[in-house]
């Protein structure tokens, strides 16, 4: 197969003008072309008058070594990459434990499915609900002020990115093309083909509950195990070296090899790590608001007399600004067509974040706008003082919002002017259960709040209208990233000082986003196997 890329082609093109595309490119005739299949495809949008699609392909020609001969100076006709995944090991006979995997966001799940194809019968441990059930009680908080703290948008089976935009696409180096494993394995459990070849693929919060669900099932078809309501509470350490895990309520279970997939927000459990000796440092992450804008302006200014057009589907944007106070404000997880949700998961604390669903056709256009903070931000040099600065604005927020999970809201223009908004204007936040508006300008740091008004007229200059006074800022933004780096070993992927302890994912500091967190959970189940096989045999 040929692997033909940089194919460019009008909006609304026919089949028969992509194989012409092909046979021009490889000056073939019909006759000596096979078959062809979309690898990728993608828009350049950068002119708004000439939006094209942009395709690589592969291609089963006839006489193929011939061809690449002919053409081996041409860097967009190469042999198509192998994609297959092969498995690096396979589980021995003598298995005198199982290993154990804590948390079933989108690294766990990856890990544990992984260890189930290789014959492991990991055990899976989740501090909150399947999905169904923490699903419901997700919409409790939204529609009835209720939180659960066990069971919500950052706790329950599948992680934080279940309730977000399913974004499957990712910046990550990928040289083992793991991120085509993932991406098989969601369209095994139910995401739409699409997501194979198409550069920005997302799935959306409705398909992800199902994936789930299927994953789980085959997971447990190949011997796993999933155990619910199930938070760990310590990890036994003996003598450097993991021996099992300790469960509220006491029960002890033994494994020297113990997966950390427990996502950013699970501070009680990086409290207890902490405590334990395992080695845990402060990492940057950013803080900031989350902006809301009708889709259709986002639309016309991207894509122009293109707005709208079946093929494009809701416009996205990616912005950053760097502030003469040395900050950096960017645009952050930026949901076309969705909602901003509340996103807590601890009493008398307001969060935002953005989901969409797969079909991304609600009124508004939401992002974060945060601005980049550093350790020598935080209150104190304890690897934990991230968790107290988040708390603290998130602690404030509610206080802000009402002290009822309402979040506190604010025009931009009122923003930029430093005056609180006492009305809505054209643009209805999305957020449940309600906003409350106020003045924003105490719910961040000063140099945060002077960042974000300096980057938002800047903003304005790339994407019409985003500084437009009806435009709605809604606080906080706090849970961007892990405020904490477990950090391990690059080798094996161990603790840097507790064996048989795999910390992965984002909660580590090892990922950010759906995709890069399933592809390290991969990575991690790939030296656990390697390990385990090392001791119990081959």
Known sequence: MLRLTEIRLPLGHSPDELQLAILNRLQIT???????SVARRGHDARKRSAIVCVYSLDVDVVDEAKLLQKFSDERHIKPSPDTEYKFVAHAPENLQTRPVIIGTGPCGFMAGLLLAQMGFKPLILERGKEVRQRTRDTWALWRDHKLNPESNVQFGEGGAGTFSDGKLHTQIKDPRFLGIKVLREFVKAGAPEEILHISKPHVGTFRLVSMVEKIREEI??????????????DIDIDDGQVRGVVLDGGEHIESDHVILAIGHSARDTFNMLYQRGVYIEAKPFSIGFRIEHPQSIIDQCRYGKFAGHADLGAADYKLVHHCKNGRSVYTFCMCPGGTVVAATSEEGGVVTNGMSQYSRNERNANSGIVVGITPEDFPGDNPLAGIELQRELESKAFVL????????GQLVGDFLKAQPSTKLGSVQPSYTPGVQLTDLSSALPDYAIEAIREALPAFDRKIKGFAMNDAVLTGVETRTSSPVRIKRNRDDCQSLNTQGLYPAGEGAGYAGGILSAAVDGIEVAEAVALSMVAKYGS
Do not use: H, K, M, W
């Open 30 to 36: 019909a006759e000596q072309l096979r078959s062809y």
């Open 220 to 233: 447990i078809g190949l011997g796993g195990e999933f155990r619910f309501d199930s938070r760990v509470t």
């Open 401 to 408: 919002g009402g002290s009822n999970y309402d979040a506190p």
